[in-house]
C-alpha cells in the first residue's frame, strides 16, 4: 500500500484490501520506530568505533569496522548517522590560531640561514607553536640553541602574547647564563617585534635576527623542533586539559628530547650528551 500510495487514494486500497485505516498507520508508525531503534543502536556502534579510533575515523573506515564486525550497513547510512551527531574525522590541527599585529620593530636577517655556530651560546631561535586541548589552544613558544639543538627555554600560556615569548626567552637567560652577544633569531610575528621584546634583548645585550616575511626555511631548525614534538609525543591527540598539555611537553622536553634523543645534526648524541662533549673538549 505504501508503494502504491501516489498512485491510489488511501480509502479506495482499504476498502479493496479489507485493511482498516487505523490499521495501516499504525504499521507505519511501527516501521518508522524500528527503523529510528535501529539508527540508535548503529549510532551507538558507530559512536565507539570513533572514539576506540582516537576521534581520527571519518565514515569510510568506520563502515569497514562496522562491516567486520558483522553489521550490515551502508557507507550513506554511516556517513548520515554521523553527520548528524557532529562526529568527524579529525585530522591534523586544521587552521592555525592566528594573532595579527604590524609589522613595526622588523629587523635584518642577521642569521642568513647559518644553521652552524661552532660552540653553544652563540645562535637562539625561537618561535611558536600551539597544542589542542578540550579546554582550548595552549601555546608553546620554545628557545633552542642552534649549536646542539638543545631547548634550552620554554613556557606556555593560553593565549599568544609577548609575554609568553619573553618567558621562554627569560627561562633561557636563566638556564644558560650566556655572555653577550648572543643572536636571538624569531619570525616577525607580533610578538617579537613588540618593543618589550626588542627592550629584552637590548638590556640583554643580545642581536636580534628575523626570518623574511613569508620564508619558513629562515627559522627551520624550530619548525623542526615542534614537528618532531608533534609526530613522536602529541600526534593527533587532544589532550583532556591545559595542565595536562603542558605536563607531557615538560616529559617530552626535559627527560626525552634535551637528555636522550639523538640528532643527525649533533652526530647522533643527544642535546645534553654534545654539549658535555664540546665542554671537555677544552674549546
Known sequence: MRAHIREFRLITMCRVLGV?????????SDETSAREREDKRLLGLIKHAWLASGTVYGHRKITLDLREAGEVCSRHRVQRLMRAEGLRAQVGYGSKPRHRGGPMGVVENVLNRDFTP???NKVWVTDITYI??????????????LYSRQVVGWATQPTM????VLQALLAAVWKRKPGPGVMVHSDQGSQFTSSDWQS??????MVPSMSRRGNCHDNAV??????????ERIKRRIYPNREAARSDVFDYIEMFYNPIRRHGSAGDLSP???ERRYAQSGN
Open 20 to 28: 482498516h485505516r487505523s490499521g495501516y498507520y499504525a504499521w507505519l
Open 161 to 164: 602574547t609577548r609575554d609568553l
Open 272 to 274: 645534553v650528551e654534545f
Open 222 to 231: 624550530a619548525e623542526s623542533f615542534f614537528s618532531a614534538l608533534k609526530k
Open 200 to 205: 629584552f634583548l637590548k638590556a640583554h645585550r
Open 132 to 145: 589542542r586541548t578540550y579546554e582550548g589552544w595552549l601555546f608553546l613558544a620554545a628557545v633552542v640553541d
Open 118 to 120: 661552532d660552540a653553544p
